[in-house]
């Protein structure tokens, strides 16, 4: 294994096992590690501090150990089997009502540069890291031994986040497929909290669903009973489905994606939602929610894709942020509520609470937060990567 050594007093935040080695902090790299090997990672003084993947760019090695050997043959069951313990501790695998959910959330898991969903026995891997990209076959081996029998599948979608270096084809396709397991639509149909959802992991965003807001769509089922719901950035339509389980009046939708309208009309069929209560809107979530009369709908959901990707778009976003939360702030009826979320990295809880503030003091209305909404367990995090928090969100009561 090559060697990166640091340069002094550069090994502070590995002693507490922070997963990454900046490219800034090294001072010498014995041998020449080709991208996506795996290197060891020595204080100036020669000690041996941790393994991992080491890669060109500002984040030069993502640790995979701090004590284990990764290149033992069982590394990526035994850790594939922890990620899977994890899970089964707090009851999603064997959920009769829930059969989807994240098996590996990167850093939260020990695998930095690794996402694995799985969708009733079908596991979607996304590398963003070439080390990991690399490591895809030992890992669908390892997935084979942790689910046996319950294995469908193992697609690797890695060619929108693995970074793109010679030498990596970067083609999605199936790693691994049962027998008997037909692929010809790439979509199945998975179970949330009792509620069926449409996932094509092949065409859909992401992994095909975004499991992140399991436990948020389940508050929201729990107050929309004979409630006017609109539902911004609605994607496939997940929290609109758990809003009509829960009994709302009338649902609307909205996303500019066609493709996720479509699955949403699916998706409220699929759960036996009669049309008349739900409608779709192909659109601009902001200029619709400006064109909304005040007062139409009492439980709005904001939910928009991360406005802010790196420090760079800060600022902005937090305008954009501002912007969007007051538009909706002004347009909910009195005793209304909104759910409200973030998802950028980058823009942490108080900045986001700060954002939302400012919004709701342009509307001039009355204004209470009755909860703050996390991503849930199975995204886990990290406490020495705190990195890892992304999702955030303000269930605010309106008057
Ligand atoms: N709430 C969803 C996830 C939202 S992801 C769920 O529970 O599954 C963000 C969504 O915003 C994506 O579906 C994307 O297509 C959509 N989107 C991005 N920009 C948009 C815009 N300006 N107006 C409407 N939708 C937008």
């Known amino acids: 294994m090559d060697k990166v050594i640091l340069k002094p007093r550069r090994e502070e935040s590995l002693l507490r096992f922070h997963p990454w080695v900046f490219s800034g902090a090294i001072g010498q790299i014995v041998g020449h590690p080709?991208?996506?090997?795996?290197?060891?990672?020595?204080?100036?003084?020669g000690k041996l501090l941790a393994c991992g993947h080491y890669q060109i760019g500002s984040i030069a090695v993502r640790i995979l150990s701090f004590d284990e050997d990764p290149t033992l043959p069982d590394f990526w069951e035994r850790m594939l089997l922890r990620a899977f313990q994890l899970r089964d501790a707090f009851g999603l695998t064997q959920s009769a009502r829930t059969n989807c959910y994240?098996?590996?959330?990167?850093?939260?898991?020990?695998?930095?540069?690794?996402?694995i969903d799985y969708y009733d026995g079908v596991c979607v891997l996304q590398a963003h890291s070439v080390g990991m990209f690399r490591a895809k076959t030992a890992i669908c081996e390892a997935l084979k031994t942790v689910y046996?029998?319950?294995?469908?599948?193992?697609?690797?979608?890695?060619?929108?986040t693995a970074p793109f270096k010679a030498g990596l084809e970067l083609v999605d396709g199936y790693l691994y497929k049962a027998d008997g397991f037909v692929t010809s639509k790439d979509e199945l149909v998975v179970l949330e909290n009792g509620n069926k959802f449409l996932v094509n992991w092949q065409e859909g965003q992401k992994t095909g669903f975004f499991l992140d807001q399991r436990e948020n769509r389940a508050a929201v089922g729990r107050l929309a009973e004979g409630r006017h719901v609109l539902n911004l950035?609605?994607?496939?339509?997940g929290f609109s489905v758990y809003a009509l389980a829960g009994g709302a009046?009338?649902?609307?939708?909205?996303?500019?994606?066609?493709?996720?309208?479509?699955?949403?009309?699916?998706?409220?069929?699929?759960?036996?939602?009669?049309?008349?209560r739900h409608t779709s809107y192909c659109a601009d979530a902001i200029d619709f929610?400006?064109?909304?009369?005040?007062?139409?709908?009492?439980?709005?959901?904001?939910?928009?894709?991360?406005?802010?990707?790196?420090?760079?778009?800060?600022?902005?976003?937090?305008r954009a942020y501002q912007r969007l939360n007051a538009a909706a702030i002004?347009?909910?009826?009195?005793?209304?509520?909104?759910?409200t979320f973030s998802c950028s990295q980058v823009v942490d809880k108080e900045a986001f609470a700060l954002a939302v503030f400012s919004a709701a003091a342009e509307s001039g209305r009355s204004v209470r937060i009755l909860d703050r909404l996390n991503q849930p367990a199975d995204h886990s995090v990290n406490i020495y990567h705190p990195?890892?928090?992304?999702?955030?969100?303000?269930?605010?009561?309106?008057e």
């Open 289 to 318: 929610i400006k064109k909304v009369p005040d007062g139409a709908y009492d439980l709005v959901i904001v939910d928009p894709p991360a406005f802010a990707k790196h420090r760079g778009a800060l600022k902005n976003a937090l």
């Open 34 to 45: 080709a991208e996506g090997d795996l290197v060891s990672v020595c204080a100036a003084d």
């Open 102 to 115: 994240r098996l590996v959330h990167g850093e939260g898991d020990g695998l930095p540069g690794l996402i």
């Open 330 to 339: 002004a347009k909910v009826a009195p005793g209304g509520f909104v759910f």
């Open 387 to 398: 990195e890892g928090e992304y999702l955030k969100g303000l269930l605010l009561y309106v």
């Open 249 to 276: 009046a009338h649902v609307d939708s909205v996303d500019s994606s066609q493709r996720a309208m479509d699955m949403v009309d699916r998706n409220v069929a699929l759960n036996g939602f009669t049309p008349d």
């Open 233 to 237: 950035f609605c994607y496939t339509g």
């Open 148 to 160: 046996g029998e319950r294995l469908k599948a193992v697609y690797d979608k890695s060619s929108g």
